[in-house]
């Protein structure tokens, strides 16, 4: 049974014995989706075969790009015995197939469990291997039994970075290149950050990049690897950045990152931000790039945002005083609720399937005190629990990904599809929800939903709002 | 563009007809480091039992092996709908280190009491086996305290491939077969295995057979229902599809009820005939049954024909690759595609045996490339320079087709599209002509190369 917890009584939901219908997935995606991101880059599953193809077939229906993704293929011998001849094998065939410039290896539950040792292993292949011979070779802990596919995108950012980041000289010029810590995004939202810091005559190593990789075109001749990604030399230059912007409020508020690692190894100044949704998130993230580029912001975004506030203005009295539910990763829910606070849709449940880290203490924040007792935050729950919570809440729409699909039909709400994944509609790679550009289309989608919903109800049906 | 390199463990894995024939490698583990298209043990069982509706389907392990598999299938069912929903046990670190077991049993209590199955069947994932819960006796437990069967499904990722997990899904289910009640049950009656009701397959299927007189006891395990399972040791025959999937309990079913079985394909106008001409022969003392079936056909092939003959002109002289689960399947495509006047260039399967391959080097024509357990490069390469038009296969062959503007048909179990039978023939032929007449294909740059 789900259990609504009120902003003004924080409690974590208590252990129930059966996960159903999950809001969240294992780690080694988002390691995976990762390293999809990096120029070159392999990712390669240390565990059973089925962990590389599920996850395949997962992000596929989403991406709908290829999606090779290797596995070390553990039989009964290799659970016995170790994993060691397994990963030498599979990083063998991965280099004669794809010559890489980077292999990215994640683990899972089963090689965690009987304790394999994969630094050991890769610091025995490249001793067997010349080392010019090598392309890196990075390494992350994701069993699935900790955290969820979030801690695994962000832990295998964090090991991309501590695994190729190289010292400084400290003569060199000052860069004019920024690190962007993007989160998970849409490859649309990573197109759309990238121009922005370059509008800002800045560079940028973004990690990672997928919106090539995962978002490409046609191909005129066969790619074994996809073209795009992070540029394995900018991740080994990172050190050498003039700042770090890091998105993600939940992040921010968590334990080491790639930025906070940045700045303690090679003083590079790491900017937390919240993910730009809205408005004031988004304004913050310009003023931090004024403040590391010493440029003025310029005019086409100021124009973007005074559309933007042109439209929200026109669309006011359509989603004033409406209620939502929003549901998926806690970065993303408090992005989500950044924006709604300032459109006056009351989030009356915001949930999500980890532990939600700091995700309450940062709505609190958000919110105006006065509704705190309106806004239920569920952390570490399912779709079963977020099911009863919609149930007494009664929103007049549901925001989220594509799993909550079934609920919102059973109830007969609208659901705005945002996030990942999104199984069920075309251009999931295509949905904006950054920068005043990614407020204006979350916008119009919202208030269009609405408008919709009391058009399709009405007994009159006018064709004017 | 560089050449796409073949591993030299997998050159025994892939045979060109014209060639000098040797027998294929198959059956074994995929090489590390081959993005292999299978997926694991679990797959195999999870695939076998999930349509059986009124189950419940609790996955012990974390959380990663029910979140993908949350209604994955398009496997159709006419009342519970549990299998579509996702349970796992969602291990943590704590129950690693100190045993899932009261996780399990908490779990398995609390579901059966909320929703009320009538079996309930738990799979062990990975790391069930290494932490070594004791999943039988909490299973064994669990059902005397709840009075419904409790069956563990031994399906550790790793042990072995996905046909290993068929097997473990056919132990299991074999332990219901025989516990229920056996009465209206006719001499001319069968148990469809290996059908799983994808958009509703099953069905018609089911509707054929009854046609003809012949009762079906149940469907294994396509709209599938526990008491149904538990009650097909009385029926007469086993009409058994998709190879690999289910004759392990046939077998078993032979070996204990003396139930013989045949293998049929419903995909096709020549396999499905043949499938119900089949199962009429097996009860040839009715000769009724036999005359029903022909008149069954020639109705359904009557209705579906000049359709039929009107796509042809339009696919007739194209190329084709086949990359699906089990052999037998593509078996019956290359007949269908073969009726449309089309060219397989490319037949492939994950699970397909030594006889699988032999049949199918019997079947292609000369230069046709033949594949067991393929990975997206060798797919590419292939298709490529073979030129492909289309590909038929699943999720993940999707995506390799599409980069090079090659027309796709989705055959696997996440399809909503019925394909089998004699309508599904209809489907079938109008997924493959929507997807290779589109004109998008003209401005597709690999095309467009090769043509100039």
Redo the contacts between chains.
């Keep these: 049974m789900a259990q609504a917890y009120r902003l003004n009584d924080l409690k974590t939901k208590p252990a129930a014995a059966a996960t159903q219908n999950a809001c969240k997935l294992c780690s080694p995606l988002g390691a995976a989706l990762v390293f999809k991101g990096i120029a070159g880059a392999v990712p390669l599953l240390h565990g059973s075969q089925g962990c590389s193809t599920y996850i395949r077939r997962y992000l596929i229906s989403h991406f709908k790009e290829p999606m090779d993704i290797a596995c070390t293929n553990f039989g009964e011998q290799t659970a016995i015995f170790g994993g060691g001849a397994n990963m030498k094998l599979a990083l063998d065939n991965i280099l004669t197939q794809y010559t890489p410039e980077m292999v990215g290896v994640a683990t899972t539950c089963l090689a965690e469990t009987i304790g394999d040792d994969v630094p050991m292993f890769i610091r025995e292949y490249r001793k067997g291997h010349p080392s010019d011979e090598l392309p890196p070779i990075v390494n992350v802990s994701t069993p699935s039994y900790q955290g969820t596919h979030m801690q695994g995108f962000h832990n295998a950012v964090l090991a991309t970075v501590t695994g190729l980041a190289q010292s400084v000289s400290p003569d060199s010029e000052p860069m004019s290149c920024i690190n962007l810590f993007p989160g998970m995004v849409s490859p649309e939202d990573l197109r759309h950050l990238k121009t922005i810091v370059e509008d800002f005559g800045l560079k940028t190593m973004m990690l990672p990049d997928y919106s090539q990789t995962l978002d490409g075109e046609l191909w005129s001749a066969y790619q074994r690897i996809p073209s795009g990604g992070t540029p394995v030399e900018a991740i080994a230059a990172a050190g050498s950045s003039r700042a770090s912007v890091e998105l993600g409020r939940v992040l921010a508020a968590g334990a080491e990152t790639a930025a906070t690692y940045l700045e303690e190894h090679f003083n590079v100044t790491a900017h937390r931000l919240g993910l730009p949704m809205g408005i004031r998130q988004t304004d913050r993230l310009m003023q931090v790039l004024e403040t590391i580029s010493g440029v003025e912001m310029p005019v086409k975004y100021a124009q973007e945002r005074g559309r933007l506030l042109d439209a929200l203005v026109d669309g006011h009295k359509y989603v004033n005083g409406r209620r939502a539910v929003v549901y998926g990763e806690a970065d993303l829910v408090a992005g989500v609720v950044d924006f709604l606070s300032e459109i006056g849709i009351m989030p009356v449940v915001c949930a999500t399937g980890d532990r939600g880290g700091q995700l309450a203490a940062i709505l609190k924040e958000t919110l105006d005190p006065k509704h705190h007792a309106r806004v239920s935050v569920l952390a570490g729950v399912d779709f079963v629990d977020i099911e009863e919570a919609v149930r007494q809440a009664k929103p007049d729409l549901i925001i989220g990904h594509s799993k909550g699909y079934s609920l919102a039909r059973k109830l007969d709400i609208p659901l705005v599809r945002i996030g990942f994944p999104i199984h069920d509609r075309v251009g999931g790679s295509r949905v904006q929800h950054l920068g005043y550009q990614g407020a204006q289309a979350l916008f119009d989608r919202i208030a269009n939903t609405l408008l919709e919903k009391r058009q399709a109800a009405s007994d009159v049906g006018y064709t004017y709002l | 563009?560089?050449t796409?390199?073949i591993?030299k463990?997998r050159r025994k894995q892939i045979y060109r007809k014209g060639e000098a024939p040797f027998e294929m490698s198959c059956d074994k583990?995929?090489?590390?480091?081959?993005?292999?298209?299978?997926?694991?043990?679990?797959?195999g069982s999870r695939v076998v039992l999930y349509p059986i509706a009124d189950a419940l389907h609790?996955i012990h392990?974390?959380?990663?092996?029910?979140?993908?598999?949350?209604?994955i299938r398009g496997a159709l069912s006419s009342g519970p709908q549990l299998h579509?929903?996702?349970?796992?046990?969602?291990?943590?670190?704590k129950?690693?280190i100190f045993g899932g077991e009261p996780?399990l049993y908490?779990?398995l209590?609390?579901?059966i009491d909320t929703y009320q199955p009538k079996a309930a069947f738990v799979y062990s994932?990975?790391?069930v086996?290494?932490?070594g819960d004791d999943v039988e006796a909490v299973c064994k437990k669990v059902g005397r305290e709840k009075d419904i069967p409790v069956l563990a499904v031994h399906s550790e990722?790793?042990?072995?491939?996905k046909k290993d997990g068929y097997k473990a899904a056919c132990d299991a289910m074999f332990q219901l077969v025989g516990t229920g009640a056996t009465e209206d049950i006719a001499p001319a009656s069968i148990n469809i295995l290996g059908e799983f009701n994808i958009g509703g397959e099953a069905w018609m299927i089911k509707k054929y057979y009854e046609q003809m007189g012949v009762q079906v006891v149940s469907v294994m395990t396509g709209d599938g229902r526990v008491d149904e399972i538990r009650r097909s040791h009385r029926a007469a025959l086993n009409v058994v599809q998709c190879s690999g999937a289910m004759t392990f309990l046939a077998e078993m079913m032979k070996a204990k009820y003396g139930i013989p079985y045949i293998r049929v394909s419903y995909f096709g106008i020549e396999d499905m005939a043949k499938a119900l001409y089949d199962v009429a022969d097996h009860f040839s003392e009715n000769p009724q049954i036999k005359a029903r079936a022909q008149a069954l056909v020639r109705e359904e092939v009557n209705a579906i024909y000049p359709r039929l003959q009107e796509i042809r002109e339009d696919l007739a002289g194209k190329k084709a690759a086949i990359y699906v689960g089990g052999a037998f399947k593509a078996f019956s495509l290359i007949r269908a595609l073969r009726f449309f006047g089309m060219q397989v260039v490319l037949a492939g399967s994950q699970t397909g045996n030594s006889e699988d391959y032999e049949t199918l080097r019997d079947m292609c024509d000369q230069g046709t490339v033949i594949l067991d357990d393929a990975?997206?490069?060798e797919l590419?390469k292939y298709i490529?320079e073979k030129k492909a038009d289309l590909f038929i296969g699943g999720?993940?062959e999707?995506?390799?087709a599409?980069?090079?503007?090659i027309g796709f048909c989705d055959h696997n179990h996440e399809r909503k599209i019925p394909l089998a039978g004699f309508k599904g023939m209809l489907h079938f032929a109008r997924e493959i002509h929507t997807s290779v007449t589109s004109p998008v294909w003209q401005f597709?740059?690999?095309r467009q190369?090769e043509v100039r």
């Design positions: 563009m560089s796409i390199p591993l463990e583990h995929s090489l590390a480091g081959s993005v292999s298209q299978r997926a694991c043990v679990f797959c609790l392990g974390p959380i990663g092996c029910a979140a993908y598999t949350w209604d579509r929903l996702s349970f796992s046990t969602d291990l943590q670190e129950e690693v996780k908490q779990a209590t609390e579901l994932t990975c790391i086996g290494i932490i990722g790793f042990k072995g491939t990975n997206p490069l590419s490529i999720v993940k999707r995506p390799i599409y980069k090079l503007g597709v740059p690999f190369k």
